[in-house]
């Protein structure tokens, strides 16, 4: 059976590994010429998504490949004191088992466990897709497969393709993110520095082994911002203005965007759809679930998906009726999880009120003091993010024995 992967990120490559572990002949194809490189941010794995990374082999690199943040200060806007928190405390207190590394480095992890065994189609897309499989590209030939995937981000050309427009099952938090490479940024090794105020937050951190830092920009606004996720020169002026009047270390961060070598600019948008799958199309990840950038966990969330899909279908034998409805079933409580938890978490990043900046900085102030078992008590009752994802269980999908014990080839 062939299966057509649209997306080379985090949950196109995982899915990829596992169907063609599960015997399946995968194709992925992805717009961007080469395995994307674009700067990226910090997303945490939780403990599904270690125990799915550790089953692949991978897990030994990505812990290889962690941030090393270690380390937490948190200034009000205002010039008041700052509040400053031991990171390793915070984490071992809401999670067991956790990682944090870069977006371009887990995917990276992700590819190489895969490119031996899957055909990669880099710098094309799809342009159409028929009911009996036919799928038309930009650059390769027309082919037909059993089944296509669409792993392809929150902007999903395979949604748009076979779904409709995307306005039909996104739904605005009001917030928005941006994420800007600083070239060169020294003193800063396992810091996380975030300034907070009445509706905008931002932060700045470095990952041990880059030579650039990151700055990550979160902001809210009463009205919904006018752009298109291509136009970066209007994101890059609603960003200054979103931030107009902070303090001189954000000011400067600020002006990196006159050079820096990459930046990114959307809005934390949640998908909300009945279904994610259509005849022998279906979805995974962002595509087809997001729960909001930055805030909602969706990276573990994209991997459970795609280890829960590629099982499913193992199950069925690839049947599309059967495995599609199950997948869906078994995705449901984590994909509504998900969105409560990132919902509540953007509220807390940006803070709405004066009050909801004094809370912040007095939690965090509270955090470095306590013990680590009133550390993790407090933070259950505060922080639902970590005890979602870490709650999330899914089956056990073995290989069949011959899958499992020999290399698949290319198709």
């Not at 949950?11 to 961007?32: C, I, K």
């Not at 056990?396 to 499992?404: F, G, L, S």
Request: hydrophobic share 40%.
């Amino acid at each position: 059976m062939r299966i057509l992967i649209s997306g080379a990120s985090i949950a196109g490559p995982v899915l990829a590994y596992w169907l063609t572990r599960h015997g399946f002949s995968v194709t992925v194809v992805e717009r961007a010429p080469v395995p994307r490189k674009t700067g990226g941010h910090a997303v945490d794995l939780f403990r599904p998504a270690m125990d799915i990374s550790e089953k692949m082999g991978v897990l030994d690199r990505i812990e290889a490949r962690v941030t090393g943040t270690s380390r937490l200060t948190l200034c009000p806007e205002g010039g008041r004191r700052p509040a400053r928190v031991d990171l390793a405390k915070l984490f071992s207190a809401t999670s067991d088992r956790h990682a944090e590394i870069m977006r371009d480095d887990l995917s990276e992890l992700y590819y190489e466990a895969t490119c031996d065994d899957v055909e990669y189609l880099f710098g094309d897309s799809i342009t159409a897709i028929s009911p009996d499989g036919e799928v038309q590209f930009e650059n390769a030939a027309p082919r037909r497969f059993d089944l296509i995937v669409g792993a392809d981000g929150l902007h999903s050309n395979v949604r748009r393709l076979v779904f409709g427009d995307e306005a039909r099952f996104s739904a605005s938090t009001g917030a928005y993110l941006a994420v800007v490479s600083l070239p060169g940024t020294a003193g800063v090794d396992g810091e996380l520095r975030i300034h907070v105020g009445v509706g905008r937050t931002a932060g700045m951190y470095r990952a041990r082994h880059l030579d650039d830092a990151r700055a990550l920009f979160l902001f809210r606004t009463e009205r919904e911002l006018d752009f298109h996720h291509h136009d970066v020169s209007r994101q890059k002026d609603l960003l200054r203005n979103a931030f107009y009047g902070v303090d001189a270390e954000v000011a400067g961060w600020l002006d990196a965007l006159d050079h820096t070598p990459a930046f990114y600019f959307d809005s934390i948008t949640q998908l909300r759809m009945d279904t994610w799958s259509r005849g022998r199309v279906t979805l995974v990840g962002d595509a087809g679930y997001c729960p909001g950038p930055a805030v909602g966990g969706s990276t573990t969330l994209a991997v459970v998906g795609a280890y829960v899909l590629a099982g499913e279908l193992a199950r069925t034998g690839g049947d599309p009726e059967r495995a599609f409805p199950a997948y869906e079933r078994a995705m449901a409580p984590h994909v509504r999880g998900s969105r409560q938890v990132a919902t509540s978490a953007a509220k807390t990043l940006i803070p709405t009120s004066r009050l909801g900046v004094r809370g912040l900085v007095q939690a965090t102030r509270l955090l470095s003091v306590l013990p680590a078992g009133a550390a993790r008590t407090f933070l259950r009752l505060t922080s639902r993010t970590a005890s979602v994802y870490n709650a999330m269980t899914v089956d056990d999908y073995p290989p069949p024995p011959a899958a499992a014990g020999s290399d698949t080839s290319r198709p």
